[in-house]
């Protein structure tokens, strides 16, 4: 596991979401004003692109396409939101965000308890 | 045929005709299973038949774009069952009692219909046997000339109504629009499934109002400004209605809007947003208290509302790319939380 460069952090303003690659593990870095996650780019619930339906606002990260929601400061799921926001650990180093990546983060429906063998929310 | 779905909360039964869908037969049972707009477009419904299989109602259904049919992955409200069906779920579902409320099938036949615009008619549907909805639900109707089902949202609502109110807009290539605007349909007997939807009015979240809606998507929220009216809501709290049409003269119900805003003496505010047409004056010619803005609904709705979404709850209906566009001026500009604003999708 290392530590990989992302970006700087004046790259993603705040309240905004903003799509990287970094050695072909693409995820989004979200700035919600208290600081910053690294996080899967698809909306754990319908694949959606987070970096298109996402929305910021009061620190919460909102999917606007079936409004489920996450608070980025805890990654508690917010309302309805059944599935939680997978992240890579995140450090900030002389104006840089690094992420802690180990292998790529997908969701998996092996992830649910209930159902298992399952690739239902992997994608196509 | 007896349908068992595994589901993240638990396993359930239930009985499913071999007429009807698995959607439609577990919500009569009160089972909470996902869905939105329950036709096909949407693809929230999805479920993965492990045993057992289902005929399917419209295989081109644009909600299967995300599915694995070769695994099994069925839309639900597509799907009717040609034997005992064991399927996945990947959901939170559980079962409740409805109290009178719960979506059934009932007949109906077509009862009064008026032309209100080129491509918009109001009709209404005599049931056979009453039904209780919330302002702001819909229900799915289907007529045994027409493939299908289309969803509709009631402009009208109470407890043990006899009668539904709708509206509908002429659509190219719609075969329901089509056959109701191209045949004489009065007394013609149609299917109802309903009520649906959770973007309902709550009076007691003492919430203002803040209303978007393009197209018949008014409807919904026709109902929700009756029953705040008529409960005298306006007295503590405002509405906002942004409707958006292309033109001015594909403008409908504004006499009733009209009257609604006049009667509230400011408290609520109605604005026609028009996106193929400049406006030709500030409020309409006709009915003074509609106020008219060019563009898109939810650009209309962005601009006016700026800093003044406290304590709002916020109702969306209409063509997907506009609910999207207007649920992230409510999530974003608006900073509304998700549990207060509720939409619905209409393909």
Known sequence: ?124 | MKITVETNSGVFDFECEATDKLLYAGLTRGLTLPYECATGTCGTCRGRIMQGSAHIDWDQAPGFAKLKRDKGDVLMCQARPSSDCLVRVPAKVVARSGCGTLPQHRTAHIDALRKLTRDVVHFELALSRPMSFEAGQFVVLEAPEVKGGRAYSMVNFGREVDRLVFVIKQKAGGAFSDWVFRNDIAGRTVDVFGPLGRATFHPEEGKNILCIAGGSGIAGMLSIIERAAKEDYFRDHTGHVFFGVRTLEDGFYLSELCDYAAQMEGRLKVTLALSHEQSPAAVHPEFPHIRLMDGLVADAAQQTMSGRYDNMVGFVAGPPIMVDGALRVLIREGRLHPQFVRYDKFS
């Open chain 1, 1 to 124: 596991m290392t530590w990989k460069r992302v970006c700087k952090v004046t790259d993603v303003p705040e309240n905004t979401l903003k799509k990287f690659t970094v050695d072909e593990v693409t995820l989004l870095i979200a700035n919600y004003g208290g600081g910053f996650r690294a996080i899967p780019p698809l909306c754990p619930h319908m694949q959606e692109p987070l970096e298109e339906s996402g929305v910021i606002a009061n620190c919460a990260l909102t999917c606007t396409k079936h409004l489920w929601s996450w608070d980025l400061s805890s990654l508690d799921m917010l309302g309805e939101t059944e599935r939680p926001l997978q992240s890579y650990e995140v450090k900030l180093e002389n104006g840089d965000i690094l992420a802690l990546i180990d292998k790529e983060l997908v969701y998996e429906f092996e992830d649910e308890d209930d159902i298992k063998d399952d690739d239902f929310f992997s994608k196509a």
